[in-house]
């Protein structure tokens, strides 16, 4: 089993839209666990840390499952500039899932 | 602003040449930096973990005599990319990890590297 592994994607959905992200993890002492963003032919970005009691930052939604060893990001009101690429990452790996695409479409 | 320079950037090099990048962080002192690569449309993969003073950590398949690293201070990794082919063309992205707990990973802005 692979040390982080992502839904596989892509996804397409209309402007408006709420679509989530899950990622699972291997390693269940990890403790730190982070969404990026990444736009094509760009390096990552930090979207939002993921805290055990779950946590907002204006559409976005981070939440973190201790017992079924996953994290999922959450978009509401999706705009066209959310059109990208979502990695997650578990700070004690180091490793990557290997992304989810998004393209927002009008 | 940016906490981890990379450069070059962009290089385009003939077959055979030897590319070295270089990865710093600007506001922290990394004792560990990480490389990755990426190949179009596929994910970020950890090539090694460099360690500052020791000699680096290398995932499976990456052969260490053909991406050399080297971390001699607390702020500066470098990647040698020894006598580079076309099938080693590929962005090449370091990060360098916050040592503050529960901190974040950040990254250089990437080296886009084509082997003629």
């Known amino acids: 089993r692979k040390e982080v592994e992502q839904d596989p994607g892509p996804f397409n959905v209309p402007e408006g839209a709420t679509v989530a992200f899950n990622c699972t993890y291997s390693?269940?002492?990890?403790?730190?666990f982070f969404w990026y963003r990444q736009d094509c032919r760009k390096e990552p970005k930090l979207l939002m840390s993921?805290?055990?009691s779950g946590n907002e930052d204006g559409r976005f939604t981070a939440q973190l499952n201790r017992a079924s060893q996953y994290i999922s990001l959450l978009i509401r009101d999706s705009k066209l500039s959310d059109s990208a690429t979502y990695l997650c990452?578990?700070?004690?790996?180091?490793?990557f899932g290997a992304g989810t695409r998004l393209t927002v479409k009008p | 602003g940016a906490v981890v320079s990379q450069h070059p950037s962009w290089v385009i090099c003939k077959s055979g040449t030897s590319v070295k990048i270089e990865c710093r962080s600007l506001?922290?002192?990394?004792?560990?930096m990480f490389w990755y690569r990426q190949f179009p449309k596929q994910s970020l993969m950890l090539m090694a973990t460099?360690?500052?003073?020791?000699?680096?950590?290398?995932e499976q398949g990456v052969e260490k005599d053909k991406f050399l690293i080297n971390h001699a201070s607390l702020t500066l990794s470098t990647l040698t990319v020894t006598s580079a082919h076309p099938e080693d063309s590929s962005f090449y992205i370091c990060?360098?990890?916050?040592?503050?707990?529960?901190?974040?990973?950040?990254f250089g802005d990437g080296t886009r590297l084509s082997i003629l």
């Open positions: 990060s360098a990890r916050d040592p503050g707990l529960g901190q974040p990973q950040h």
């Open positions: 390693n269940s002492a990890s403790q730190s």
């Open positions: 993921v805290y055990s």
């Open positions: 990452v578990v700070r004690d790996d180091m490793r």
């Open positions: 506001d922290f002192q990394a004792t560990t």
């Open positions: 460099s360690n500052e003073g020791s000699k680096a950590t290398y």
